[in-house]
């Protein structure tokens, strides 16, 4: 059974970076038929998917477009865990932040497993 | 961008009632669709994959049908652990992209 534990601040300030971890358990990060995305939720924009890390032999890291200048995933095989990082956040990016593992076939994936979510908002 | 567009927005159904739920994509995305479904403060949950196929676990009462553009979800005798907002979402390009949800609400 895959358990995705999330962690990290539910408050930054403005300007500043949020940093957020997903601890993977039941499954590898370096799993051969899953991706592991964040995705983040508000009343504004609804679900918004900000993009995956998966390996295939080798990793891959792919970003949405609306945030690629200021996001970074990275996979930790020593920790089985994956993490996101926002920088120069604002207001716009106050959301309750999701990590999931995507499992696909030929291309398409759906998201059978989420984290429990954390919200994090962003003021001074 | 595939832009899916849902509706109704909101939806108010006595329990044992059937409840369908419409998911347009602005263009053909195959059966590269999938259905979710969040309750209040919790994370989304799926309940079909590939348009039309169920996962286990899910009540047999959920069920999804549809290709290329057009795809709907039914739910047949609603309960009350029905309530909820309902969400689908395409995977047939990047960026991944969901619909703005259908909240059913019970009576």
């Known amino acids: 059974q895959v358990q995705l534990q999330q962690s990290g601040p539910g408050l930054v300030k403005p300007s500043q970076t949020l940093s957020l971890t997903c601890a993977i358990s039941?499954?590898?990060?370096?799993?051969?038929?899953?991706?592991w995305n964040w995705i983040r939720q508000s009343p504004s924009r609804g679900l918004e998917w900000l993009g995956r890390?998966?390996?295939?032999?080798?990793?891959?890291?792919v970003y949405a477009l609306s945030v690629t200048s200021r996001i970074t995933i990275n996979p930790d095989t020593s920790k089985n865990q994956f993490s996101l990082q926002l920088n120069s956040v604002t207001p716009e990016d106050t959301a309750v932040y999701y990590c999931?593992?995507?499992?696909?076939?030929?291309?398409?994936?759906?998201?059978?497993?989420w984290g429990q979510g954390i919200l994090v908002t962003v003021s001074s | 961008e595939i832009v899916l567009t849902q509706f109704p927005d909101f939806q108010s159904v006595t329990p044992k009632e059937k409840v369908t739920i419409t998911c347009r994509a602005g263009?053909?995305?195959?059966?590269?669709l999938h259905w979710y479904q969040q309750k209040p403060d919790q994370s989304p949950k799926l309940l079909i994959k590939?348009?039309?196929q169920s996962i286990s676990g899910v009540p047999s009462r959920f069920s999804g049908s549809g290709s290329g553009t057009d795809f709907t979800l039914t739910i047949n005798s609603l309960e009350a652990e029905d309530a909820a907002t309902y969400y689908c979402?395409?995977?047939?390009?990047?960026?991944?992209?969901f619909g703005p949800g259908t909240k059913v609400d019970i009576k």
């Open positions: 590939y348009a039309s």
């Open positions: 999931a593992r995507a499992y696909c076939s030929g291309g398409s994936c759906y998201f059978d497993n």
């Open positions: 039941g499954d590898s990060v370096s799993s051969s038929s899953a991706t």
């Open positions: 263009q053909s995305i195959g059966t590269s």
């Open positions: 979402h395409q995977s047939r390009s990047l960026p991944f992209t």
């Open positions: 890390t998966y390996y295939r032999s080798k990793w891959y890291i």
